[in-house]
């Protein structure tokens, strides 16, 4: 069982800043494939950025270039830098862990956070 937690959420202006973190518990994190998805009210949840195990990432057209993933396996942490925001990126992050490809689906992933308010004012 894997758990996870999120932090670094809150209410930023657009065009500032938010870093947002996920602990993760398990002893072979640095095996799993990480991700961060959103929802905003009314909408599905949809894919912002993954890491893999190896270090590779991958991003949503909407959020790259502004958006950064990494991972520190040696904290179990996964965090997302968020840059430049707008209205648009209102919404609930959720960090998921996979232990096999993980992905853009939310379905891929086996493990999720509780998630964490970020809201970009205008």
């Known amino acids: 069982q894997v758990q996870l937690v999120e932090s670094g959420g809150g209410l930023v202006q657009a065009g500032g800043s938010l870093r947002l973190s996920c602990a993760a518990s398990?002893?072979?994190?640095?095996?799993?494939?990480m991700g961060w998805f959103r929802q905003a009210p009314g909408k599905e949840r949809e894919f912002v950025a993954t890491?893999?195990?190896?270090?590779?990432?991958g991003y949503a057209d909407s959020v790259k270039g502004r958006f950064t993933i990494s991972r520190d396996n040696a904290k179990n942490t996964v965090y997302l830098q968020m840059n430049s925001l707008k209205p648009g990126d209102t919404a609930v992050y959720y960090c998921?862990?996979?232990?096999?490809?993980?992905?853009?689906?939310?379905?891929?992933?086996?493990?999720w956070g509780q998630g964490t308010q970020v809201t970009v004012s205008s």
């Open positions: 398990g002893r072979t994190f640095s095996s799993y494939t």
């Open positions: 890491i893999w195990s190896g270090g590779s990432t």
């Open positions: 998921a862990a996979d232990t096999s490809y993980g992905g853009t689906y939310p379905r891929s992933y086996s493990y």
